[in-house]
């Protein structure tokens, strides 16, 4: 899993809590403990619920646009 961020930017999304999920639960070499995961599935409802009650607006560059349609596909392919 990656997280794509934008920086050097102000950014219209805080990805903080995806960040910490995603240390939590995927490893340096990208595997990700689904196990630990599912045990853990507040850490990944909470996730998905910030992505649920933010969306990109015209105001967000093409490249914030970009990074939260990526990072919400990865959100979704988790929680699956």
Do not use: C, R
């Not at 903080?16 to 630990?36: C, E, F």
Request: net charge positive.
């Amino acid at each position: 899993m990656l997280l794509i961020a934008i920086q050097g930017f102000a950014q219209n999304f805080d990805y903080k809590n995806y960040a910490s999920l995603l240390s939590k639960h995927v490893s340096s070499k990208g595997n990700v403990n689904y196990d630990l995961l599912k045990s853990n599935k507040s850490d990944l409802d909470k996730v998905v619920a910030e992505f649920e009650k933010t969306y990109p607006t015209n105001s967000w560059s093409k490249n914030e646009i970009l990074a939260y349609y990526i990072n919400a596909y990865n959100v979704y392919t988790l929680k699956k």
